[in-house]
């Protein structure tokens, strides 16, 4: 098989849920241009309308959403839409986040109950129901996305956020026990762990940059293009043969101290 064939996405279907900002909508831009119908979902139908629209403006097949995804029912319409316009789910990014800034003696309980039915139960169930698709077509890739924060403890200096930080820890376990169980119906599951890249939920990080930047070795937050390639391979025949990986787009963060 050529090279630009591995990473080429024509004929495939991509769901990316929390698409209508940020990391979201990198990633569906991302998938869009190389070739991928894309479905655009969140509770902001207004966000998920603009990034359609613009998809749709550069050719690219494309249909908004709204879906509240701790919802069962908000998710099976996603899915049933999805199927009846494009016929095919190949692609999950399950990028739907939420997150709580508060010290850790001082988290409401709801608070906590929001973070993890979003980030985790949220992530769970749209796996699930786009899985019982994907194995009906014997292939399928789920993409979710995690954080460095939960991969280690971070100092409340920087980010304040037990509920958030104990989630992402929490996908990347999910990540690798669906990865196990989907393997055999031919779906690959891996994670994204990003670093820190400026968006809504990381707004608190603007008082921390500059201490956060001088424990990044490329001496830089994450930017609108450095999401791109990692989505894109991930959601191809390139990696095929990987699953239950997290990968981690951080500017060499956690491996420098």
């Not at 849920?17 to 990633?27: A, I």
């Not at 460095?148 to 690798?176: C, E, F, N, P, W």
């Not at 787009?249 to 101290?257: E, N």
Request: charged content about 20%; proline content about 2%; aromatic content about 4%.
């Amino acid at each position: 098989m050529e090279l630009n064939e591995l990473f080429h996405l024509e004929n495939k279907t991509a769901i990316v849920t929390g698409g209508g900002r940020g990391l979201g909508e990198q990633m569906a831009n991302a998938l869009g241009d190389a070739g991928a119908n894309i479905v655009v979902c969140s509770r902001n139908h207004e966000a998920c309308e603009r990034v359609s629209s613009s998809l749709t403006g550069r050719g690219i097949k494309s249909l908004a959403i709204e879906c509240d995804i701790t919802k069962e029912e908000d998710i099976q319409k996603v899915i049933n839409e999805t199927l009846d316009k494009f016929g095919s789910i190949d692609i999950l990014i399950n990028n739907s986040g939420t997150s709580w800034v508060a010290p850790v003696l001082e988290l409401p309980a709801d608070k906590w109950d929001k973070v993890m039915n979003v980030n985790l139960k949220g992530m769970f169930l749209f796996s699930q129901a786009a899985a019982k698709v994907m194995q009906k077509q014997g292939s399928g890739k789920i993409i979710n996305i995690s954080s460095v924060t939960g991969m280690r403890g971070t100092h409340s200096a920087i980010l304040d956020a037990v509920a958030y930080s104990t989630s992402k820890g929490a996908v990347i376990s999910l990540t690798k026990d669906l990865a196990v169980k989907l393997a055999p119906s031919g779906i690959q599951v891996n994670a994204i762990a990003p670093g820190f890249f400026p968006t809504k939920i990381t707004k608190e990080l603007e008082k921390s940059g500059s201490v956060i930047q001088k424990n990044i070795p490329a001496g830089r937050f994450g930017n609108e293009d450095d999401l791109k390639g990692t989505a894109v391979f991930l959601s191809s025949k390139a990696s095929d043969y990987v699953t239950g990986q997290v990968l981690v787009v951080d500017g060499g963060m956690t491996v420098s101290l």
